[in-house]
């Protein structure tokens, strides 16, 4: 190992342990009096619970508990929050039902806990939790959510009439008509975003832990955001004070969003190990429970309706989405079909007038909350697909219809709140399009046709937002939190770093990217450097990762903190060296005077910090500085993605030719990381856009319910990615880093889309495009 | 109960279990050697692949008792004393991996597939070798060069050690 700063491809330093087989994962920790949790869950989708018989499961063998949802909230365990208000368009806030950890009078989603048994094994307990008697009187179930909102339809929660969460709207809607109804031409569709699993590989799990002489919890869990999971833990469902309650997040296998939320399953362990008088209690979630009960994502179908003028340039926008968020509301699952969603309908594209009206519905299905992009894929599917139905029905290249209406300059204030800081869509469609040879598709068009194949190409120019996010902006659209990251950077008397940050890494490489920026900075090898992060008593305080946001926000934390580092470093040298602070410069692991001999090396400086000897008049002792950054904008990465096909009309099976992405992620701190993001998102939107999806039957039972019946990608359905970047700085940030983590993830479905639809001739084409779905279209036409 | 005698990774090792109990509870329970990984419940990840007296198993799908007698290697077991097993750092120099989570099962599966097929794979055969482990994290695209990459290098050891 040796100094690798800003821009290196820096092999990572994690994967030791990963790759021997050392990695440490919840379910991975052994305590001692260690007892484990089984959950007692409805196999209805919509019931009132009668009568819950334990008796014979409580005479099971190894059985040490067995606790319900009334003893839960007898013992003042609070419900289960949504951490970001929304107001409908009247100004009533959001219509929320109430989520006990364990279900007091009825279930809403197949799925729902019931009650939980606490036994010596986990075989026990599992054998015991099947012999809990739970006599229902089963209720009519609603899974779709346009039947949920008519009057008849069963009601979820008596806080929301009609199933409705809120009705709510961006944009001006006269003014968008107006300019629809003097359109030259006028494009409308119909589009639905399926529901998808979110399946990170490690399963969720939480390891409780209660010492009783101290009255102090641990909890080990599959978190992407321990310390916001100790303030919810604390002061929403009052399991213990934060003070005596330590969370810690130790190696992630994935997340993907699904791991933001603090689930039922924490909080009753936690809960229970203490009414159980048991030293631990451990839950580890097995596949068919994860997808029953992880909060899905997606799921909306919106009618979109958008018109041209006699230029083809865009007059207006008109959006109208129902979202349904499942049984209960997760905690951020109202900001998804809202912020993080109609704010990006304005896409690459200048749009006067955009208006967008979103309904939140109750299902008895799952939660449905944040997955990979979040809201901005459910914008870009929409925008994209129309741009090219538009192109297609105009009669123009969709490339050049595209062309013709890109942002051109900033900063551009968009009808839906955002302002694009930077950007160069033009750069990222050249560079997209000279990768993909699209001068050369009509030659391998004709040579796929001769097989008897159908070749189609597809295009997706998606914009999203970053970096969430300004604390003060998210708080007065609703945000329960403020969203900026901390970083502490302690430099040790040898000279050695810890950057303790308040992000999480679950496969994003942070213990290698974070140390980056220190070797840059001081010219430090990479071993004198370790990130620190994941447990609420060694980092102060954080927002935890997700929303592509350590890049920009964790990342300009530790840069924050390094100014305060370097600049006492400086004046401490300068006293030592006696010269202006002015003219000291820390380079290669030394600290010099410029322009003359006079050095120290790095570790002098430190040492002088630590012993105190020798320090300028006033100054404290000790090299440690902490800081908080608090956006001043999202982040806008953009680019462009070329998808090329080939559909045998006999099969309906679609295979990937080509899959070409050009990005603009702004800085880039570490490329290979960066590739390595894009590919993993790549594979989830074009999951999305081929095979997965959640099906629920209307009884409500998951039809899709293992990985025999959800079909994830595997290696042999997808191609090698030709992978590329563009750059303009992001001007919001220290680093001009725009953050790269769901990319791939929100603008792959539409080029995948685009291109079959290209192929097949039609644009009658829902995801996923599965061969059976794809059969079916060709033989229905249009 | 049934006593079941199993090496694992070069030691003897033996204990009373339940009759039920799996192969790959046997090695996160028994031997604490929890680098092998439960991603499913259905036998479709290989989260949980081993080798058993030299041939990939999934640990999930068989039972202790049956591997009783067996030479079974885990990921703890792959690497030397002192050096990485080509395939390893094949994975670390490719950025193979991203979570980890999946990584073990991966490794063991390539690993499995260069002997089986030997040390020139192209991307068609390991896409379709793949069938049996799931990534939710790469996209495959490194995995897969992992993989060419890390036949390569076993190639080149093949070939010494025959020399």
């Not at chain 1, 924050?560 to 030592?576: F, Q, R, Y």
């Not at chain 1, 410029?594 to 100054?619: F, I, Q």
């Not at chain 1, 074009?686 to 039972?701: F, P, T």
């Amino acid at each position: 190992m040796g100094i690798e700063g800003i821009g290196a491809r820096v092999l990572r330093k994690e994967d030791k342990r990963f790759i021997t087989g050392k990695g440490r994962y919840t379910d991975d920790h052994k305590v001692a009096g260690m007892h484990y949790a089984a959950f007692v869950r409805s196999p209805h989708a919509h019931a009132k619970i009668k009568k819950i018989n334990i008796k014979d499961a409580s005479k099971m063998s190894g059985v040490v508990g067995i606790f319900n949802g009334k003893e839960l909230t007898g013992d003042g365990i609070g419900n289960i929050i949504c951490g970001w208000m929304i107001h409908s368009k009247d100004g009533s806030p959001m219509n929320m039902g109430a989520w006990s950890a364990l279900a007091t009078e009825y279930v809403r989603y197949v799925g729902d806990a019931v009650a939980v048994v606490i036994a010596e094994t986990q075989a026990e307990a599992t054998a015991a939790a099947e012999a809990v008697d739970v006599d229902y009187k089963v209720l009519k179930a609603v899974i779709n959510p346009e039947e949920a909102m008519a009057d008849k339809a069963p009601q979820l929660h008596p806080e929301a009439a009609n199933n409705i969460i809120y009705d709510w709207e961006i944009g001006e809607e006269a003014a968008t008509d107006a300019a629809i109804a003097g359109a030259a031409n006028v494009v409308e569709m119909e589009i639905h975003n399926n529901r998808l699993v979110p399946n990170p590989m490690e399963p969720r799990s939480a390891l409780a832990q209660y010492d009783a002489a101290e009255d102090h919890f641990t909890l080990h869990t599959t978190s992407q955001n321990p310390h916001v999971a100790r303030l919810v833990l604390s002061a929403f469902y009052q399991v213990a004070p934060e003070n005596k309650l330590r969370v810690i997040a130790p190696d992630v296998g994935g997340g993907f969003g699904s791991k933001i939320y603090i689930y039922p399953e924490e909080i009753v362990c936690l809960w229970a190990a203490k009414k159980a008088g048991v030293e631990a209690v451990k839950w580890t979630s097995d596949r068919s429970e994860a997808f029953l009960t992880d909060a899905h994502g997606r799921d909306h179908v919106s009618k979109a309706t958008m018109g041209f003028d006699e230029n083809n340039k865009i007059v207006g926008f008109k959006v109208d989405t129902i979202a349904n968020l499942g049984a209960y509301m997760s905690l951020f699952s109202s900001s998804v079909p809202t912020y993080l969603y109609a704010t990006l309908l304005s896409g690459q594209y200048n749009i006067q007038n955009i208006h967008c009206n979103v309904r939140t519905v109750y299902t008895n299905t799952a939660p449905v909350d944040a997955y990979r992009g979040a809201g901005r894929p459910e914008a870009t599917y929409l925008v994209e697909r129309m741009m090219e139905t538009a192109a297609r029905q105009l009669g123009v290249d969709p490339a050049e219809l595209r062309r013709a209406n890109f942002v051109t300059e900033f900063p551009h204030q968009t009808p839906v709140i955002m302002c694009y800081d930077a950007g160069d869509y033009g750069a990222s469609m050249d560079a997209a399009m000279e990768a993909v040879d699209y001068a050369g598709f009509e030659k391998r068009r004709k040579k796929s046709a001769k097989k008897g194949m159908l070749r189609g190409i597809g295009m997706s120019c998606y914009i999203e937002a970053c970096g969430i996010a300004p604390s003060a902006a998210v708080g007065s659209l609703g945000a329960g939190v403020g969203l900026w990251e901390s970083a502490e950077v302690r430099v040790n008397p040898v000279g050695t770093v810890e950057i303790l940050t308040g992000s999480h890494s679950h496969g994003q490489g942070h213990e290698t990217t974070f140390g980056q920026l220190v070797s840059d900075r001081f010219g430090l090898p990479s071993e004198n450097i370790q990130v620190v992060h994941g447990d609420t008593d060694k980092v102060q305080f954080g927002m935890g990762t997700y929303g592509s946001r350590s890049g920009a926000v964790g990342m300009s934390a530790i840069e924050k903190a390094l100014d305060k580092v370097e600049a006492k470093a400086k004046k401490i040298a300068a006293h030592m060296l006696e010269a202006s602070e002015g003219d000291i410069e820390i380079k290669d692991g030394e600290v010099s005077v410029k322009g003359t001999d006079k050095k120290l090396l790095w570790h002098e400086v430190c040492l002088g910090a630590y012993t105190g000897h020798n320090l300028p008049e006033g100054m404290e002792p000790g090299l440690k500085e902490g800081a908080f950054y608090d956006p001043t904008n999202f982040t806008f990465p953009a680019g462009c993605y070329i998808c090329e096909v080939e559909v045998d009309p006999n099969t309906g099976t679609t295979t990937i030719e080509k899959f070409v992405a050009a990005d603009d992620f702004g800085k880039i701190i570490n490329p290979m990381i960066v590739e390595g993001q894009v590919h993993g998102g790549l594979a989830q939107g074009i999951g999305q856009a081929l095979m997965e999806n959640a099906v629920y039957d209307e009884s409500g039972q998951l039809l899709s319910a293992s990985y025999m019946d959800y079909t994830m990608p595997r290696a042999d359905d997808l191609p090698s990615f030709d992978v590329s970047t563009t750059e303009t700085a992001c001007p919001g940030n220290p680093l001009g880093i725009k953050g790269c983590g769901e990319a791939g993830a929100i603008g792959s479905p539409p080029a995948v889309i685009n291109a079959i639809t290209n192929a097949i001739g039609h644009n009658n084409l829902s995801m996923p495009a599965s061969p059976q779905n794809v059969w079916a279209a060709i033989k229905a036409g249009e | 109960m049934a006593k079941v005698e199993i090496t694992v990774n070069g030691r003897a090792t033996s204990a009373e279990v339940e009759d039920r109990t799996l192969l790959v509870d046997y090695l996160r329970e028994n031997r604490n050697l929890t680098g092998t990984h439960v991603g499913c419940d259905t036998s479709q990840c290989g989260a949980c692949v081993v080798h058993v007296d030299g041939k990939a198993v999934k640990s999930c799908t068989m039972l202790a008792v049956q591997a009783s007698g067996s030479d079974v290697q885990t990921i703890e077991g792959l690497a030397g004393d002192d050096q990485l097993h080509p395939m390893q750092e094949a994975f670390r120099n490719n950025h193979g991996l991203q979570c980890g989570f999946c990584t073990p099962g991966m490794i063991m599966t390539a690993v499995d597939m260069v002997n089986r097929l030997g040390p020139k794979l192209d991307e068609k055969t390991i896409r379709a070798e793949l069938e049996g482990n799931i990534c939710r994290c790469t996209g495959y695209h490194n995995i897969v060069k992992s993989i060419a990459e890390g036949a390569k290098q076993m190639g080149k050891g093949m070939k010494k050690a025959a020399e």
